[in-house]
C-alpha cells in the first residue's frame, strides 16, 4: 500500500457543536461553555478529532450569535473566556481541537463599529459598512435579505442606507476598505494565538458583495481577498479552514479548497441541499427528492474535485432539517436503520465528514407549532407569506419541513426532564421523542446509531482507501440504489444503500460476492433481496 501524506484535516471527522442547544451547566435554559466541557469525554468516545462551535461571541443573539458585538469576548450566557481558554485546553488532552465560526461578513448593529458608524459620516467607522444616499421610502434598488425584507435600511439621522444581506440588525462589513480587513485580520491572529485549531467562515462568498449590480455571491474580488486573509492569518499554520460557500460550484469550490492551501481546507457547498425543492423556488417550496439526480450531484463533486480540491461531507449543520426526517424516515421502524443508511452513504466519499449535534443519535425533526418556534427566519417567513397570501397551514408545513428549529432543539443526553439538557427551562422545546431517542441508552449498545457512527469514524482511520480511493458511481440510472466504489491500489471498497423504504433485489457484480463486510446496518450477510434502507460497504483486493 502506497502511502500519500495527508493533512490532519483530511482524516479526520468533525463535530458541530450549536453551544445554546447542547449542554446547560447554571439552569438558566441555554446551554453554555462549562457544560461542553462537562460532554467532552462523550465526543471522545465518539472519536471526532475537532468541533466547529457555532458562535459563543458577544451577541444581542437576534440570529443566535451570527450577530456579533465583541469578537474578542465570550457572550455571558455561553460563561468567559477563561471558560474558553479552558475548553481549548481539556478538548486538546482529549486529542480534539476546536475550530471558531467567523462571521465576517456582518456584525451585529450593537457592534462598537457600527454605533460609531453611526455617529456621523465623517466617523473613521463610518465606512467600515456599505451606505448609499437616498429618501426615505426609495430604497437604492430592490435587493432583498436573506431573512426577508428589503437588503437596505434607512438611517434618518445619517440620509442614508445601509446594507444588510440578513437581518436588519446584521449589518454588512465593506470589505473593500482595507481597514476592515486588518482589523478583522488582527482577530483571526488573537485567536490563533489563543491555540484554536481553525475557522469555519459563514457565509464567506458573500462578502466580495456588489450591492449596485446586485452581487450577493462570488463577487470578482472574492478569491483575492481570501488569498490575502489567508496569508495575513491562518496560511501560516496547521489549521483546517472550512467555507460556507451556498454559491459554490465544482469548479469554484476547486479554487477554494486547491491543493497549494492559497485559499481555504475544503467548503461547504449546498448544490445537494437544494434537491428537494420547487425549481426556481425557495427551500420553503417543498419537492420530493429524486435520488437519480442526487447521485448525479454527489458524483459531480467527487469527480470534479478529485485530486485538485477537497470535499466537506456533511447532511446536516443548524440551519437544516434533520437528514433522518428528510430524506429518511423518522418512523419508528425505520429510523434507525434509515439514519445509519445515510451516514454509510456519506463515510464512503471521500472528504472530511462533519457530524451535526444529535445527528449520531438518529434525532428527528421536532416539527414546532408556530408559538414554539424561536428562528427569525421563520417568523419572518411567516409574516411575510401571511401578507403575499399563503394559507396558514402551508406555511406551516413549509416550516416544519425545512425550519432551522428542527436542528436547534435541546440535544438528547438522557430520559430525564428535558433530556439532561438543562435543569431549568430550555430557551427552546426539547423533542417529545427524548424518551427513547437519546444518548444514554445509545452508547453502550452496539447496535445503537451512535455505535454505528462510531464504527464509521473508526473505519475512515483503518482504510487508506477511504481517504485516497478515486470514484466510481454504479448503476447510475437506478432510482433506489446508490452503488459506488472507490479504488486505491489494488483495493477497492464498494458501499451500497437502498435509499428507499421498499425492498430490492439487489445485482452485486460476481466478484463482490466473495468480499469481505466492512459495516452493515442489517444484522447477518447481505441476501439476494435488499431490505428497507439497507446499506453496507464490502472491501476486495
Ligand atoms: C450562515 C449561518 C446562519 C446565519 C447566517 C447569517 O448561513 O450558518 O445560521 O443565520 O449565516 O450569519
Known sequence: MSVNAHHWWQEAVIYQVYPRSFQDSNGDGVGDLPGLIRRLDYLRRLGVDAIWLSPVYRSPQEDNGYDISDYQDIDPMFGSLADMDRLIAEARLRGIRIIMDLVLNHTSDRHRWFQEALKGRDNPYHDFYIWRDGQPGQPPNDMRACFGGSAWQWVPQL???????????????????PAVREALYDMIRWWMKRGVGGFRLDVIDQIAKDPDLGITNNGPRLHELIREMNQATFGNGDYVTVGETWGATPQIARLFSQPDGSEFSMVFQFEHIGLDQKPGGQKWDLAPLDLVRLKQVLSGWQRQLYGCGWNSLFWNNHDLPRIVSRWGSDKPAYREVSAKMLATLLYGFQGTPYIYQGEELGMTNAYLSLEDCRDIESLNLYRERLEEGYAPADILRSIQARGRDNARTPMQWDDSPQAGFSSGEPWIKVNPNYSYINAAAQVDDPDSVFCYYQKLINL????????????????????????????????????????????????????WKQANCLIHNYPGPVGETLRPFEAFMLKHW
Open 460 to 511: 475512515r482511520k483503518q482504510e487508506t482507501t477511504l481517504i485516497d480511493g478515486s470514484y466510481t458511481l454504479l448503476a447510475e440510472s437506478d432510482p433506489d440504489l446508490f452503488m459506488y466504489v472507490r479504488e486505491w491500489d489494488s483495493e477497492q471498497i464498494l458501499t451500497v444503500v437502498n435509499f428507499h423504504a421498499q425492498e430490492r433485489p439487489q445485482f452485486l457484480p460476481e466478484h
Open 159 to 177: 440620509q442614508q442606507y445601509y446594507f444588510h444581506q440578513f437581518a436588519v440588525a446584521q449589518p454588512d462589513l465593506n470589505w473593500d476598505n
